[in-house]
């Protein structure tokens, strides 16, 4: 069975860091690009940053470009998000999926596999 598992949320003050993790069972994860999306409450899914499977290459969004690190462990089959700097703005719920860098920025439910999320609050 393929499945994805989010680790890592939590509350956090702003300013603060958290590192994520996205680890995969039934696949390896080397052979695909990972992406990272958050949605906040109210707020449509953003595509933040992706991994690729190919180079290794990195992307980020401008939102948090500078303060996130992308990176994976193949040899744990695990994607890491780093966050460092966090804001209120933050706060969302963070996702990992196999959806690819080039759609990354417009993230659809509807394609690549999805883990459940982990909850993100940044919050004095």
């Known amino acids: 069975q393929v499945q994805l598992v989010e680790s890592g949320g939590g509350l956090v003050q702003p300013g603060g860091s958290l590192r994520l993790s996205c680890t995969a069972s039934?696949?390896?994860?080397?052979?695909?690009?990972i992406a990272w999306v958050r949605q906040a409450p109210g707020k449509a899914r953003e595509g933040i940053s992706c991994?690729?499977?190919?180079?290794?290459?990195?992307y980020y969004t401008d939102s948090v470009k500078g303060r996130f690190t992308i990176s994976r462990d193949n040899a744990k089959n695990t994607v890491y998000l780093q966050m460092n700097s966090l804001k209120p703005e933050d706060t969302a719920v963070y996702y990992c999926?196999?959806?690819?860098?080039?759609?990354?920025?417009?993230?659809?439910?509807?394609?690549?596999?999805w883990g459940q999320g982990t909850q993100v609050t940044v919050s004095s």
């Open positions: 999926a196999t959806i690819g860098c080039y759609y990354y920025t417009v993230p659809n439910r509807d394609f690549g596999s």
């Open positions: 039934g696949f390896n994860l080397d052979n695909y690009a």
């Open positions: 991994i690729s499977s190919v180079d290794g290459s990195t």
